[in-house]
């Protein structure tokens, strides 16, 4: 260590004389390492040198593990000297107790390997900021909560309650040894962490922030010997500083306009101390069914310069947005009731409008940003070129060949039958060593069921988030054609939903209500937290005037072993109901990044070689799926696509996203 160091303070020290920079690193570590990132003066200190952060947000688990050094490379070659990325618990402890930083078995475990990532930003030239959560928001499914905490009655989510804390103390006792070996005072890049998220803004009728809970997470976080500068972030101007703790966290502030009326505020409430917005939105995010959302590279020109003359630091959020894959994506809760009627949820792409598109491309912010930092930066670093973007390809149609209607998977592939007196939320099934369902579909079975003509079904609350109902096979529920079909049955915003069965009597009929978790809330009302179950909870379901009890229930989590092994595909058929549908995409060259076009398509799951890529809608904004070249391979990849309601005969791709609401 000590000869390294020395080696870099030559390098250094000749730098300027060969007319070469140092680089970030060397820059601020060439006398060797003795303080972190200091905050006990108007201006931040690295290692006693002064610095700006100039940070881009990316996170790990939204771009595949062998685009992360790419991305970041782009991101260093814009000028930045930091990136920030949040930590995803629900990810990294899968089942309760169950732990996954990489190869741990479960289906994520690709995304998973943060040390890896820690890494490569140290190797490209680059700081870190960690935000840990617990509670992360980041538009991720259940702001990154695992779903099995809901098992526990009297959890109080983001309070000092001691079942929640008993579990986040768990998980970062595992967490924060993993990550305190690169901590920069370690020799590591990561110089700053963030506890909670925007904790001020759960101020609500009966909720108080609590200070008591930031301390206890700051106490773990101590007794796992992190020692760097500890940060909060919040809508400064609305929660000033309920969400922190005065001289204790540095605050920061997230926002998207009026960046001197933010900034003037963190200065009003810190006077002696450094200024810096966690989150400068230089794009946003989309909820499927609403408009795709933009900021123009002049507006984003603007705000930027205007933060950096201010002068603060600043991460951008997102600098690379990239994808909710498979199941991973949150949802808002917009009118604060509890009864799930105000879900938003939000779309499987999380491009965010950011300066490297969600395939890592170039966008005209990226050059704004670059421009800026080479005009506001006083420190010349060694900054490399932007890299070659990769190619990307639009590969002929193919044909779907084989298919199986979704009540014979239910039938003859179910991976788990459970069975219930009452219907019951997927979080509460039995299910994965007592941690029950966290995504995809659960389907409520009733079978042997006598229909007069014109049977009614009655589904009692808010469907937990979109269901479709099968008699014996057939879709007997509203296919999702445009966005006004979201206020009928079939959707959440029916605080009671009716349906016809049947015309004609049956004697025999199996009913199948299959309903999809279509991401759990990820902001809003403190309250709603303990009670965002999936599937239907919320009171009974009754055919014509008779509650039904004892049902089979079946759990569709589309894990890849599953998927991989289903048998007794058939021929594709004229029939185009709620299905699996398989392609075959065969490649014989290297294979490249390419964009599925779905709009064909009704709504439904991708998944590509045993892989959940996303969930598609056609009521848009996003119509096309990104798939990344490394989830490709040369030869034949097998692509199956669950169609809710109405499928196309073949699978087409394009070179880039459409956005198009209907
Ligand atoms: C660090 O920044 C402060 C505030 O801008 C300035 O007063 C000070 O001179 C700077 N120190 C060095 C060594 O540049
Ligand atoms: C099941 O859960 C228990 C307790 O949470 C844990 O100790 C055990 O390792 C888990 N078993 C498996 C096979 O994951
Ligand atoms: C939910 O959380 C609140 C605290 O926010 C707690 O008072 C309540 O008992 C919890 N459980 C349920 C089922 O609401
Ligand atoms: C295929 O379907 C038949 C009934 O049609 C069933 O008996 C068999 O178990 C199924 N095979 C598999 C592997 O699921
Ligand atoms: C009712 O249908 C099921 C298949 O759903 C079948 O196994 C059973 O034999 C049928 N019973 C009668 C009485 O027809
Ligand atoms: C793709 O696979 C074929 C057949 O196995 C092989 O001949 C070819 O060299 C491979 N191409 C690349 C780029 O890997």
Redo the contacts with the bound molecule.
């Keep these: 260590m000590a000869v390294g160091v020395t080696l870099l303070g030559l390098l250094y020290l000749f730098a300027p004389t060969l007319g070469l920079d140092p680089t970030n690193y060397e820059y601020f570590t060439s006398d060797g390492i003795s303080s972190g990132l200091s905050a006990d003066q108007p201006y931040f200190t690295l290692n006693g040198k002064n610095i700006t952060i100039y940070s881009g947000a990316m996170h790990y688990f939204r771009v595949p593990r062998a685009y992360w050094r790419d991305r970041l490379q782009k991101l260093r070659a814009a000028g930045l000297n930091t990136v920030e990325t949040y930590i995803a618990w629900n990810l990294h402890e899968p089942e309760n107790g169950v732990f996954d930083f990489g190869e741990g078995g479960s289906e994520m475990e690709d995304f998973l390997h943060v040390e890896e990532y820690l890494k490569i930003a140290q190797d490209e030239d680059l700081f870190v900021i960690l935000r840990i959560g617990p509670y992360i928001c980041s538009e991720f499914n259940f702001g990154g909560f695992p779903s099995w905490l809901l098992r526990e009655e009297q959890m109080g989510f983001r309070t000092s309650e001691p079942t929640y804390l008993k579990y986040v103390e768990r998980y970062f006792n595992v967490l924060l040894p993993i990550l305190k070996d690169y901590q920069f005072t370690n020799g590591g890049p990561v110089i700053a962490f963030q506890v909670e998220n925007e904790y001020g803004y759960t101020v609500s009728e009966g909720y108080k922030p609590e200070r008591e809970y930031l301390e206890q997470l700051r106490q773990i976080l101590i007794k796992n010997d992190i020692v760097e500068l500890l940060v909060t972030s919040d809508g400064i101007t609305s929660t000033g500083v309920s969400g922190s703790i005065p001289g204790v966290f540095l605050q920061t502030a997230n926002f998207g306009s009026d960046p001197e009326g933010q900034l003037n505020k963190l200065v009003e409430l810190q006077p002696d101390r450094p200024v810096m917005t966690m989150e400068y939105w230089i794009g946003w995010f989309d909820y499927w069914s609403d408009e795709h959302h933009t900021v123009s590279a002049d507006t984003a020109k603007d705000l930027y310069e205007r933060i950096l003359k201010f002068p603060a630091s600043v991460n951008i959020y997102m600098f690379h947005g990239g994808t909710n894959f498979g199941f991973t994506n949150g949802a808002g809760l917009s009118n604060g009731l509890f009864d799930n009627s105000g879900f938003e949820p939000i779309t499987t792409s999380y491009d965010y409008d950011s300066p490297l598109n969600e395939a890592g491309d170039y966008t005209d912010k990226y050059f704004v940003v670059r421009e800026l930092l080479e005009k506001y930066n006083p420190v010349k670093t060694n900054t490399p070129d932007p890299p070659a973007l990769a190619p990307k390809v639009g590969y002929p149609s193919i044909s779907i060949d084989k298919q199986i209607p979704i009540a014979q998977v239910l039938t003859?592939?179910p991976p788990h039958v459970i069975n219930s007196e009452n219907v019951i939320a997927m979080e509460m099934l039995d299910i994965n060593n007592g941690s029950g369902q966290s995504f995809g579909y659960i389907a409520y079975r009733k079978e042997n069921v006598y229909l007069g003509p014109y049977t009614r079904l009655i589904i009692e609350g808010n469907i937990c988030d979109v269901v479709i109902v099968l008699v014996d096979g057939v879709l007997m529920s509203r296919n999702l054609e445009s966005k006004d079909d979201l206020n009928w049955v079939g959707f959440w915003r029916q605080k009671q939903s009716f349906l016809i069965l049947n015309r004609e009597k049956k004697t025999n009929a199996t009913v199948d209500i299959i309903v999809e978790e279509w991401g759990r809330m990820n902001g809003g009302n403190i309250h709603q937290y303990n009670k965002t179950f999936k599937g239907l909870w919320q009171g009974d379901v009754y055919i014509d005037t008779e509650r039904v009890s004892d049902w089979k229930i079946i759990p569709l989590e589309f894990k890849k072993s599953w998927t991989n092994s289903l048998?007794?595909w058939s021929d594709k058929t004229s029939s185009d109901g709620p299905g699996l549908y398989h392609a075959n995409l065969e490649i014989t060259t290297e294979p490249s990044d390419t964009y599925l076009d779905m709009r064909k398509w009704t709504k439904g799951l991708v998944i590509v070689n045993g892989f959940p890529l996303g969930k598609y809608a056609k009521i848009g904004p996003q119509q096309a799926l990104y798939l990344p070249g490394p989830f490709l391979k040369n030869g034949s990849n097998d692509i199956v696509i669950f169609e809710q309601f109405k499928a196309d005969d073949e699978l087409s791709f394009v070179t880039k996203q459409i956005w198009n609401t209907v």
């Design positions: 003859e592939n048998a007794n």
